[in-house]
């Protein structure tokens, strides 16, 4: 496979599990309000990878189960 249809086949994968991918900032306040609930670790505050995380805490804890919980 080339590197186009290996892009293609992950987003039809992320899509058929109800996915979708978006880029927002963040407010460092809104950082902070992640690491005050406890969803991060305040050691992660500038790391992307973590701050991700944390709002995807956050979107399973106050909007929705996670796919494929009861």
């Given at each position: 496979m080339t590197r186009t249809s290996d892009r293609m086949a992950l987003l039809r994968a992320r899509?058929?599990?109800g996915?979708?991918?978006?880029?927002i900032e963040v407010r460092d306040a809104?950082?902070?309000?992640?690491?005050?609930r406890g969803l991060m670790a305040e050691a992660g505050s500038k790391d992307s990878l973590t701050?991700?995380?944390g709002i995807?805490?956050?979107l399973d804890t106050y909007?929705?189960?996670p796919h494929g919980a009861s």
């Open positions: 899509r058929k599990c996915l979708r991918c978006v880029s809104e950082v902070l309000e992640l690491v005050r701050i991700r995380d995807h805490r956050f909007l929705v189960k």
